[in-house]
């Protein structure tokens, strides 16, 4: 991909300019590198499709480490522009894939400020992104898929709809409300797929935060959207999407926000926030 069309698609996703600049430096330098990567999109394009490990097997061979993370970010934006083409022939509105393809930009942004370097490391959770398997609609992300073991009615492999909660905006009932109304509607429209289930799995479905917050707390009325099937005691998401870092709970975890000061005593006190599955019933 040229500079040129690397800046367009930057815009349009709302990449950080100092990312843009950084990579159209680094291959505006080097002709080489550019016929290189060019020759290689495809392959590239089908190891990624097929499974991550295949991807990142065939960069450590053909490039040096410190490349690793900066080509991840680049290959994100070669299939973020190609998938455009797909969102066109879908007639699906341009901002929904503005809004999709954005999280490039904030797990780019995340990996600047964990490392001060530019790159993209959630490489297997764009691939969703970039080859069509989800989308943002409204306050919450919906990936198409199928269920991965029997939920009450619905049996296992079905098709279903598995909601995905981006960072970012508070968590407001009556736009999720409004994000799954759109949803049901949404893949009937462009992919003729009326969904029976939508399915979450998630620290935010939790039963125990009941407990730690007020009733009238977004997360816990987000939960009540679902029926809890689940709960089960791995800390660890809780943890990383609460306190930022670690996977241990400790007396040094901070307590910045309200929701920190009362996960931090609760987990102190020996109980847990673990993982919740929930389910919507559309039919």
Not at 115 to 136: A, D, N, P, S
């Amino acid at each position: 991909m040229k500079p040129r069309e690397i800046i367009e698609t930057a815009n349009e996703i709302s990449l950080n300019k100092k990312y843009t600049d950084y990579i159209c430096e680094l291959i505006g330098k080097d002709l080489n590198l550019i016929t290189q990567l060019e020759n290689i999109e495809d392959a590239i394009k089908e190891k990624l499709f097929k499974n991550t490990k295949s991807y990142n097997d065939f960069i450590k061979v053909h490039f040096p480490q410190d490349l690793h993370m900066t080509l991840n970010l680049y290959f994100a934006l070669v299939f973020a522009r190609e998938c455009k083409g797909r969102y066109i022939s879908k007639d699906i509105d341009h901002d929904i894939y503005k809004d999709t393809l954005n999280d490039i930009s904030i797990w780019a942004d995340t990996y600047h400020m964990q490392t001060g370097k530019i790159g993209l490391k959630e490489i297997h959770w764009i691939r969703k992104h970039i080859f069509f398997k989800i989308f943002k609609l409204g306050r919450l992300q919906f990936e198409m898929t199928d269920l991965e073991k029997d939920v009450k009615s619905f049996t296992k492999n079905s098709e279903c709809l598995n909601i995905h909660i981006p960072e970012g905006e508070p968590l407001e009932p009556l736009k999720c409300q409004q994000s799954l109304k759109v949803a049901k509607s949404f893949f009937i429209k462009h992919f003729n797929k009326n969904y029976q289930v939508a399915v979450c799995h998630s620290w935010l479905l939790h039963e125990n935060l009941k407990v730690i917050l007020d009733q009238n707390a977004n997360i816990v009325k987000f939960a009540q959207l679902f029926e809890i099937v689940e709960n089960t005691n791995d800390c660890s998401q809780a943890l990383e999407r609460v306190f930022g870092t670690g996977t241990k709970i400790s007396a040094n975890m901070p307590e910045r926000t309200s929701l920190q000061r009362k996960m931090k005593r609760f987990l102190l006190d020996g109980n847990v926030v673990g993982m919740g599955y929930g389910i919507i019933n559309f039919s």
